[in-house]
């Protein structure tokens, strides 16, 4: 194992190996102050993500070094299949955010940065894996209710059949009664 130019540790893949080193790891040892940009790749389930993630996980990483504390910045995207929660048919969607950290060696932090979260580091740590991090961001950035697209019509409440294919023979029932006090409230 080495370390490539720019301070990233290479890391072999030994199938099985539930210990194996993140590919989610920065190497903040050597690092100079100032900006630094890397790219990171590793596949969904390396980062701890399911099934429903079929493609590499790829993000774009900023570390800005200062003598005390690293801010680092990372936008991040990946690719998903999906169970539509209203038709029920599989699509696929790319997932994408961002995020920012500031790590520091004691408690105090630049007030001046907009960031997510502030984490401690010891000032003997060599390197900030970012995997948890990518893996939780990854999480929360998909949507509550999954639809394969905003004017999905869902399944028909009487026969099943998905109305997005076709049309189906189920009498048209208006509004329920109770609700049509609402109704009213919204026509004037």
């Not at 100079?32 to 993500?49: F, I, K, M, N, T």
């Not at 680092?72 to 969607?93: A, M, N, Q, S």
């Not at 009487?158 to 208006?174: D, H, I, L």
Request: aromatic share 6%.
């Amino acid at each position: 194992m080495g370390t490539s130019a720019g301070g990233w540790k290479k890391t072999p893949r030994y199938p099985g190996n539930s210990e194996r080193v993140s590919e989610f790891r920065i190497n903040i040892s050597n690092l100079p102050e100032g900006v630094h940009e890397r790219s990171l790749e590793a596949a969904a389930d390396h980062l701890g993500l399911d099934a429903r993630f079929s493609e590499q996980v790829r993000a774009a990483a900023k570390v800005e070094k200062t003598s005390r504390q690293l801010y680092l910045h990372v936008e991040f995207t990946t690719r998903g299949t999906f169970t539509c929660d209203r038709c029920l048919d599989e699509f696929h969607k790319e997932v994408s955010g961002s995020y920012g950290v500031v790590y520091v060696t004691d408690t105090q932090a630049d007030d001046g940065i907009e960031i997510d979260e502030i984490q401690v580091i010891s000032p003997e740590a060599n390197y900030i894996d970012l995997a948890e991090d990518v893996r939780q961001f990854v999480l929360l950035a998909l949507p509550q209710k999954m639809l394969c697209r905003e004017e999905c019509a869902g399944l028909c409440p009487g026969c099943g059949v998905n109305r997005n294919r076709s049309k189906c023979s189920c009498p048209n029932e208006g509004i329920d009664p109770r609700w049509e006090g609402l109704r009213n409230l919204l026509e004037n």
